[in-house]
């Protein structure tokens, strides 16, 4: 097999450096240079990671051209880079036209980048691009201390008991945030076809892992359990201050064995976007998370705040199966494997919210 050169952008993130360290064990021969501008805290800690492992490291800017000036030609390209947070651009410390640099405008520089030297685009997008109105009005039921989706209702195109897929509505509003990875999207497959190169778009559900930055508008299952670990402060926000909120969690592993699938296709046309996530087996709510917290840790209760937030969402599960019929994938790591694992990162690093906090 001839020997893969691949660019991963925001390689020091949480899923960018996962996908390199995960790429690196899975390909012989491979080689991956990444770049990115380290102005998330705790960044530095994956850069000397990465260049053990052999990585070439490039400090720059993907919103500025002049930064791609200097980087190699590449084989195929994984954009992992981008603001994650849906609340970014609609509070205080960073604006609205700040999200649009980092999401979007980089985005057209990447594209410039793979239309000069032909190379494949993996963007990494989000589960954010569906519509808010219509995930809230979707019929659910409450199961214990948990939303699900009431299959017995008439569900709307694009969901089914199996989760939402592509087809589900992308009616505004989506969010700022959710807006900029939904015009990326429209981008890349507009640059692809004008220009030639093979595009494949993965709409990612809730990545978990140990190493994860948490925040609560980011990694927000990460930071549940370290916060519960070390007995800081949480609250129930919105949908009534219960915890019922729903996500499906899936591991940056997973990401990784669907993102080298979809390089090694050579398939032309067809679908190019895909839903990926852990499904309904991999399903949490944060009270369901916070009662594995207490078995895990000892009881410590969050409050509520009932108060509501506009891009708050009951229930959002993925469901893959068009990358399981296409690609052969599915996630394959148990939640429980996931939780733990986060559980015994969070008992290695006491002090990791300190270091990953923005």
Request: aromatic content about 8%.
């Amino acid at each position: 097999m001839a020997r893969m050169k691949l660019l991963i952008t925001g390689i020091c993130g949480f899923v960018g450096s996962s996908l390199a360290q995960g790429l690196l064990e899975r390909r012989a021969g491979i080689s991956i240079c990444g770049i990115d501008n380290l102005m998330r805290p705790g960044s530095e800690l994956n850069r000397a990671r990465l260049r053990e492992a052999g990585v070439q490291m490039v400090h720059g800017d993907i919103r500025v051209p002049s930064d791609f000036e200097t980087l190699p030609a590449v084989d195929w390209v994984i954009d992992a880079a981008a603001n994650p947070s849906v609340l970014a651009g609609t509070q205080s410390g960073f604006s609205s036209r700040q999200l649009m640099e980092h999401n979007l405008t980089s985005v057209v520089n990447v594209l410039e980048y793979c239309k000069a030297h032909a190379a494949g685009l993996l963007l990494m997008s989000s589960s954010r691009v569906y519509s808010i109105p219509a995930l809230v009005s979707l019929p659910l039921r409450a199961v214990g201390d948990a939303f699900c989706l009431d299959e017995a209702a008439e569900l709307p195109d694009g969901v089914s008991g199996q989760g939402i897929g592509v087809d589900f509505s992308t009616r505004a509003p989506v969010s700022l945030y959710g807006s900029t990875k939904l015009a990326a999207e429209a981008l890349a497959l507009e640059y692809g076809e004008a220009f030639d190169f093979p595009v494949w778009i993965d709409r990612c559900g809730v990545l978990a892992g140990a190493g994860q930055f948490g925040t609560p508008d980011q990694g927000v299952f990460s930071y549940w359990i370290h916060a519960h670990a070390r007995r800081r402060p949480l609250r129930f926000i919105g949908i009534d201050g219960t915890g019922k909120q729903t996500r499906d969690l899936f591991h940056p592993r997973d990401l990784t064995a669907l993102a080298d699938a979809q390089m090694n296709c050579r398939r032309a046309g067809g679908q190019r976007i895909y839903c990926a996530g852990g499904g309904r087996g991999n399903a949490i709510s944060l009270a369901q998370l916070t009662a594995w917290c207490d078995r895990r840790f000892g009881k410590h209760a969050p409050t509520a705040d009932t108060a509501p937030r506009p891009y708050d969402i009951p229930w959002v599960v993925m469901d893959s199966s068009d990358a399981a019929r296409d690609f052969g994938w599915r996630g394959e790591l148990p939640l429980a494997n996931i939780l733990e694992e986060i559980a015994e990162h969070s008992e290695r690093h006491p002090d990791w919210l300190e270091r990953s906090a923005p």
